[in-house]
């Protein structure tokens, strides 16, 4: 079989090319799941419900019926037959059937109790006021401390890892130990808010129904369709060319889509429906809220004895979700007696889902503080400690790690940052009325490989196509794919189109858990071999070919040629005598041995300036800057644009983001962008990211790692501990905002 030359054909990957899709979106010409212009659709707008939790006693919807230009009004007693919801831990719990209006009970603030069809949004949304419902409330459970009682221990966490792991005897040894910390952090609820809201365009011909959707896994979203209705998968195709973000929120078949599909087909015609800013806050998934314990103990040297981390958070009462919070130091840190376990509180609200670097991003806000406050206690420099604690071996699997940079990002960073400067005693440096403080904090994400497959079709005139339904969050997707199917085929980037977003196209895991470009890149790297073997060996073969006979081991594509020993002959020239219609190939990737044998993490180092009002207790960064350990980085500008995107969200998690939740009724406080507050452009002065030079081989065929999350992990914990350096008072409770910052100003 023939083997292609890749070490000299490397012109496209590794460089920092700009974003093919970016001409599209700056001119508006991306069109959007909302903006498909398809048929002549129906809008849709869904009604929540006004209670935390209870039941319909009485429903009209005579006048909203009457309304003109109204074609549909659905609710529970009309709407048609549908899976029922099932169990609250149902797995795979993305491809569940999710039902929508479908019963008289609800079960959280703002679940949809109707959907109304119309002429116009205007139209349908003035109508929803006309529907008149009674509600006889039950009791709910609305807060942490009320569901204390319930707690429970799920069976796994999120991913399918472990609830709980102990190494050791981590009581014991914290007992005995003559140095120990133990604290307890809060933090908040966070709602993903990405720019495009949830959406739907459904359209039905004859049993097919197509779906024109912001989806971060098609192939997901449209077995939750096909469950849902109880129709064959076939029948379901699901179209999401561009995405305006998703973060973990576009994973699933929110309401919008299953309310589309259900309305187009009884009414024979296209409708559109979507989420209100207001209604995502209820209905498109959120963060929990945590409380996070730390229990750690090290010995007068600095060397920890033993580790504990115990999460609560809160999940749903009717679906379980439970976010891997303390996983992440199962790898982090070496101690010989280690605990991490997960335990849920039932809440009657909606359930949480994904949210970039699930478990990771909330685990490492608290836990890089506990380390920070744990170092202080022994007087050792917070990088040092990390640095006398860095194990040889992943700490809890005992296999060697594929890479490990992450001393050599502290390191780094330190360098870069000016760290020696810093002032180690709390509340030390002052520029005018305002207390200046400097903190850091690591970072650990795994690298997940999530299969798939990728077709690639080579035209006469040399143009390649490339096909997969993986989607383009906004990471580069599109840019990095055509990136390595020219760098693959010694193409021109602008010979190369990238179809993405269709179910049609060969399955992959879609855009989440940071494994897009990693998997699905593979996939198609593979795609583009296969391709290459078909063509060497009919160009070898027939009699007509320009490289007929060719008889050398290896074949080299470069530069829209082909090369065999020393003869060699114009792609375009051999595709039109050996394939003048064309050639394709399908590629695909599993999850392989490597992730067995290895323990594959990204790392990275975070470094963060603030200023403290000494009046106002104003919390302002200066300064930011991240050094990661990531493999490979295939394109450099995409890449680094993900990692400070990430960045900043760390910064809203530790300074900003909260999403309240009433107690009395179940409702979260904050439902638009003028009280959910997320940092923008002027609370972020100066921000760099940094690559060091890496390469992974048991990572895949590049040697690259995922990227897209590594950015948030740990980044909110740098901020609190430079809060505290300034300030000299330590804030447990997340976000860090002004009323508890200025109980603890020093008197200035």
Partial sequence: MTQTSQSQNRSFIGQPMNRIDGPLKVSGRATYAYEQPHGEPLYGVLLGASIGKGRIARLSVAAAEATPGVHLVMTHRNAPAQAPFGEPTVRPGVQRPRPVVFQPEVRYFDEPVALVVAESFEIARAATEQIEIEYREAGGTFS??????????P??????????????????????APVKFDQTYTNAFEHHAPMEPHAAHAIWDGDQVTIYTSAQTPAQIKDGVSNTLQIPPENVRVISPFIGGGFGSKLIAHAEIIS???????????????????????????????????????DTGGRLISFSHDSLCTTSRFEEFAEQAATAYRS????????TRHRLAPLDINRGEWMRAPGEAPGLLAGECAIDELAEQLGIDPIEFRIRNEPERDPERDVPFSTRGLVQCMREGAQRFGWNRRVAKPA????????????????????????????????ADGRLTVELDMTDIGTGTYTILAQIAA?????????????????????????GGSWGS?????????????????????????????LFGANAENALFSGSRVTIGDRSAALTEILTVVAPKGLSAEGKVERGQALKDFSQHTYGAHFAEVSVDAD?????????????????????????????????????????????????????????????????????????????????????????????????????????????????????????????????????
């Fill in 487 to 511: 760098d693959s085929m010694g193409l021109p980037i602008d010979r190369v189109g990238v179809a993405l977003g269709d179910t049609r196209f060969p399955k992959t895991s879609g855009s």
């Fill in 428 to 459: 030390s440096v002052m520029e005018g009325r305002k207390l200046i403080g400097i903190g850091m904090s690591a970072a650990i994400r795994p690298n997940l490989i999530g299969p798939g497959a990728c077709r690639v079709m080579i035209h």
């Fill in 155 to 176: 069976a796994m966490a999120n991913a399918g890892l472990a609830t709980d792991s102990v190494l050791g005897d981590p009581d014991g040894a914290f007992a005995a």
């Fill in 144 to 153: 942490l401390d009320d569901a204390r009682e319930a707690i429970y221990a």
């Fill in 332 to 339: 982090m840190y070496e101690a010989p007696n280690r605990a």
């Fill in 616 to 748: 106002t207790g104003e919390i302002r960064l200066r300064r930011m800057l991240g050094v990661f350990a990531a493999g490979r980085i295939l394109n450099p500008k995409t890449a680094r644009s993900q990692i400070i995107g990430g960045m900043i969200w760390g910064v809203g998690a530790a300074l900003m983001e909260e999403g309240g939740l009433d107690p009395r009724y179940g409702n979260f406080l904050y439902s638009d962008l003028a009280n959910y507050h997320v940092p923008v452009q002027a609370d972020i002065q100066d921000i760099d990211a940094v690559f060091l030079d890496e390469y992974d081989d048991k990572s895949n065929v590049f040697g690259s790692k995922g990227i897209g999350e590594l950015g948030i992990c740990g980044a909110g914990a740098a901020l609190a501990n430079a809060v505290y350096n300034a300030t000299g008072s330590r804030i447990r409770s997340f976000p860090i905002t002004v009323e508890k910052v200025l109980p603890g100003l020093p008197d200035a």
């Fill in 518 to 546: 990693g998997s699905t890149g593979a996939a198609l790297h593979d795609a583009c071999r296969l391709l290459k073997e078909q063509i060497t060996t009919a160009a070898r073969a027939m009699s007509n070919s320009p």
């Fill in 260 to 298: 589309a599909v259900l309305a187009a087909r009884m009414l024979n015609r296209p409708v559109k429906v979507a989420l209100t800013r207001q209604q995502m806050f209820a209905n498109a998934g959120h963060r929990p809220m945590f409380e996070q314990r730390f229990r750690i103990a090290a």
